[in-house]
């Protein structure tokens, strides 16, 4: 499955198993550029963990539980995006993104985000889409910021990365917003 932006070059592709090498690469190379936001990054370490990671999410999508997706610049991997987890009852669903370090500082993931969000809203009938934050990640905070997410609160140390507890900040946007 593939979802365009509106950046011509910019698309964001269904992860297959076929993608697990060259995803595995640009993780590995940006472990220091992750690891202080994201829980996972400590436990990918081959391209082995990746494939599991990718057909565990296939499945979790058959259930319309998660996405897990690559950012694809001209065809090639530059991060990844996806549904972490969707509340079909409460038609709600949480972003999760990260971007190779050295394409930040572009816009280009608010591109995807807001691609990402607005497939939600039309294709995906959700009503909700929620990005949590930790509140020291200013970068990902601009994101939903930029895109007119409504911050609704502070989730007081709900989130342990790298070994810290982390303060996490609640984004959300309607469809009717
Ligand atoms: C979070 C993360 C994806 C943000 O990356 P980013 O490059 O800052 O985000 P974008 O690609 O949207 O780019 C925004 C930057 O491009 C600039 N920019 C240039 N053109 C732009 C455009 N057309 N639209 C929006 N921003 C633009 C913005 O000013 C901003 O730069 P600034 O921070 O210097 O002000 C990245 O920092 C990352 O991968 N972090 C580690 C993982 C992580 O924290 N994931 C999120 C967990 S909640």
């Keep these: 499955m593939t979802i365009a932006t509106q950046h011509p070059d910019l698309k964001i592709t269904q992860l297959t198993e076929h993608d697990a090498p060259e ?3 640009v993780i590995d190379r940006n472990r220091d550029h992750l690891a202080p936001w994201l829980p996972w990054v400590p436990l990918v370490n081959s391209t082995k963990d990746i494939a599991r990671f990718i057909a565990v999410s296939q499945a979790a ?3 319309r539980r998660e996405l897990a997706c690559a950012l694809r610049l001209n065809g090639g991997i530059i991060g990844g995006i996806g549904i972490v987890d969707s509340d079909q009852e409460n038609q709600c669903v949480s972003l999760g993104y990260w971007l190779d370090h ?3 500082g572009r816009g280009i993931m608010t591109f995807a985000v807001r691609a990402l969000t ?4 039309n294709d995906f009938a959700r009503h909700r889409v929620q990005i949590r934050a930790a509140r020291e990640n200013i970068a990902s905070r601009a994101i939903p910021e930029r ?4 911050e609704e609160g502070l989730l007081r140390q709900a989130a342990i990365v790298a070994g810290i ?3 996490m900040v609640m984004y959300a946007r309607l469809r009717t917003d």
């Design 61 to 63: 999508w058959q259930g």
């Design 147 to 150: 895109l007119g997410f409504m």
């Design 118 to 121: 607005q497939w939600c809203f």
């Design 165 to 167: 507890r982390q303060d």
């Design 102 to 104: 050295e394409m930040c």
């Design 23 to 25: 995803h595995y690469a």
